[in-house]
């Protein structure tokens, strides 16, 4: 069965950084795509980024030019770079591993999901 578990999340101020981590074990890690979504209180959840297997990268517009995904296949790791954070990126932030190598935006076409890690931006 497939475990999935996010890192890294906390407080920071706007303008500041943080890097998520979310480590997969239980399935063939290279041959899926990863998203990140993200959902804060009382709102849908939300596409933020995702990489094929290919390592072709996708991102949400709201973050484009702010996040970087990227992927280590040798640990089985998929990472959300996040800068110039804003208070609007204030969500609980969830890793999901794609039902194939293609990396799409929907959240139905990822199978297993983690806990999600909380990210809390301040002005």
């Known amino acids: 069965q497939a475990q999935v578990v996010e890192s890294g999340g906390g407080s920071v101020q706007a303008g500041q950084s943080l890097r998520l981590s979310c480590t997969v074990s239980g399935v063939i890690f290279e041959s899926y795509a990863m998203g990140w979504f993200r959902q804060a209180p009382g709102q849908e959840r939300e596409f933020v980024s995702a990489?094929?297997?290919?390592?072709?990268?996708y991102y949400g517009d709201s973050v484009k030019g702010r996040f970087t995904i990227s992927r280590d296949n040798a640990a089985n790791t998929v990472y959300l770079q996040m800068d110039n954070l804003k208070p609007e990126d204030t969500a609980r932030y969830y890793c999901?591993?794609?039902?194939?190598?293609?990396?799409?935006?929907?959240?139905?076409?990822?199978?297993?999901w983690g806990q999600g890690t909380q990210v809390t931006v301040s002005s």
């Open positions: 999901a591993v794609g039902s194939s190598p293609i990396a799409r935006t929907a959240s139905r076409n990822y199978d297993h």
């Open positions: 990489i094929s297997r290919a390592s072709m990268t």
